[in-house]
């Protein structure tokens, strides 16, 4: 097994911990906040705007039974990056 993370970020972090969940391979998926000026922010301080974080989840998978690139190709149906604020 090798195992590999990816970090990703795409609106709320719920949405995609369940669908990647879901993946032969993936065997973890952790919910987080990347970037921002505050340290240990909470949701409430994110969801408000004013701490710069994104909402990400970090995907801890083995990339012999699914690849980064299949996992980005799941990511990209299910998130549409020129839609502000997602």
């Known amino acids: 097994m090798a195992r590999q993370l990816a970090t990703l970020g795409g609106g709320c972090f719920w949405c995609l911990e369940a669908v990647f969940q879901q993946l032969k391979g993936v065997e973890s ?4 906040y990347c970037g921002g000026a505050r340290e240990n ?13 994104a909402e990400v989840i970090q995907i801890a998978f083995d990339d012999e039974v ?3 690139e299949n996992l980005l190709r ?5 998130h549409d990056p020129t839609t502000l604020n997602r």
């Open 74 to 78: 799941v990511f990209f149906h299910i």
């Open 41 to 53: 922010p909470t949701y409430n301080q994110v969801c408000g705007g004013d701490t710069g974080h």
């Open 29 to 32: 998926v952790t919910s987080g």
């Open 66 to 68: 699914i690849s980064f």
